[in-house]
């Protein structure tokens, strides 16, 4: 991350994918997807931070370094920021249930990165960004497809 500009910078993300207590079953497998994206060029990993809440609530933070076993992963941990802070981790963990362990993603966008670069260049700035739920657009296209199939 150090060696990029930040005029350079794609739109960065976040997402926190939670495993109850029980339900967790790793195969590999998101660890292959996550690296087949970075090595595609479509994402930069900046950081990933595993996270467990007990039954009282109290949540423990470990960076991908103090994981034991990184199998595929371990080409990742150097090239990670450090990037949440204390209040970051409490407030992503916020919304845990007790008793789960949760996976802190944060990635930037690479496939972005030269169109937000120049919008920059052009006095732009990013004011607002959002995401509509998949559920949400499978509601409106059946929505779509009711009213079309009326006016038949």
């Not at 080409?75 to 949760?102: C, F, K, Q, V």
């Amino acid at each position: 991350m150090t060696d990029t500009s930040l005029d350079d910078l794609g739109p960065v993300d976040y997402l926190i994918v939670e495993f109850p207590a029980g339900a967790s079953n790793f195969t590999g497998e998101m660890a292959a997807e996550l690296l087949a994206l970075v090595d595609s060029g479509t994402i930069r990993v900046i950081d990933i931070v595993i996270l467990t809440k007990d039954e009282d609530g109290a949540v423990e933070a470990m960076e991908l370094a103090d994981v034991g076993e990184l199998g595929e992963l371990q080409a990742l941990e150097a090239e990670l920021a450090e990037l949440l802070a204390e209040e970051d981790i409490e407030h992503l963990a916020a919304a845990m249930e007790p008793n789960s362990t949760a996976g802190v993603l944060i990635w930037e966008n690479l496939w972005a990165a030269r169109f937000a670069s120049a919008a920059r260049r052009s006095g732009g700035q990013l004011i607002a960004t959002g995401r509509i739920p998949i559920q949400a657009i499978i509601a409106s296209l059946e929505a779509d497809d009711a009213l079309t199939s009326v006016g038949d």
